[in-house]
């Protein structure tokens, strides 16, 4: 799906001439806070003139950083009648008289390759706008994305959707549902930190070796949220250690974290086995778990598909990449040598 979050930026936008566009500023302080925070970034905020979805008026919205693994160019869309915002890539759908369902599905397999079938909701949101899912079968189930298609079914909208009347950190963290993933720390603390990492990600093991001791030492300080975000499609064994991580921390939350240390610190070893049910099963047995009862969610359909839920949520929110940190609402990768999260993460615990 990434190549259809990131595909051009292809068929834009007009909107009736008697909208007022908000005010600038307003918009531009909007996208700077839903993109995630690059080192020495620069974000420009241009409206478009072209043809597109009814109702709104089309911006696009370029990001710039020195650091080369950050940055987006992406549409933003915006309401005069609703101020709802749409963040993402817009997608002209074939014209014909077949239904939405048909034309999304084929523009999908167009774009990755691969069988996909498509649901249009029958109940309009603000704006007509009708939430639609794209599914595709995976060897875990059925993966959705979602996006939006507009009141005249030409165009497909992948992204995030807010209002301009409402921080873009509460939309995020409402969508990312906090209370699926695993919590530590001092829930009352004025510091939030959210990470979405991948057990089997090599930099996910970096930011994790070199994050975790100073969280650990400043509990007291920190809301902490682990949330699984298995990148299965290029991860052979990031699901089965997700889904036991998930396991241990309904049968023996206290042990969750000593895992996660333990995945981290052996993630080259565990590479190399053939199965990840034997290194899960070794693992409890080892330290007196209760296997029966681990296995019983580890290999559970349903857990499953919320764990796959899990991620398409992340995804529907343009994070498609690990480790990503959110830090007080603000969305941050790693990058590659991880400094600036690292500082931003130690500068909202108050530390040096």
Partial sequence: MRNLLVAAIAAFLAIPLSAAPADAGAIKDYAVRALAKCPDQKVTVERVDKDGP??????????????????????????????QVVIGTVIELPQDTRNAEVRVAERAMEMLKTPMTAAVSKFPLPDRLRAA????QTEYGPF??????????RFLIVGSRGSLLMPPSKTLLDALQLQNGVRRGNPKAKAQIIELSDFECPSCRRAHLEIEPIIEKHLSKVDYVRLDLPLFEHHEWAVPAAMAARAIAKVAPKEYWKFADWVYKNQEEIGKRKSFDDVIREYCQDRELNWPAVEKIYRSTAERNALMDQVSRAFDNGINSTPTYIVNGQIMGFGPHGSYTVKAIKDALGIK
């Fill in 54 to 83: 009814i109702g709104f008026i089309p911006y696009v919205v370029t990001q710039t950083s020195s650091d080369s693994t950050c940055g987006r160019q992406t549409t933003l869309l915006y309401s005069p009648l609703s101020q």
């Fill in 133 to 136: 899912s794209i599914i595709k």
């Fill in 144 to 153: 959705a994305y979602h996006g939006f298609i507009d009141a005249a079914e």
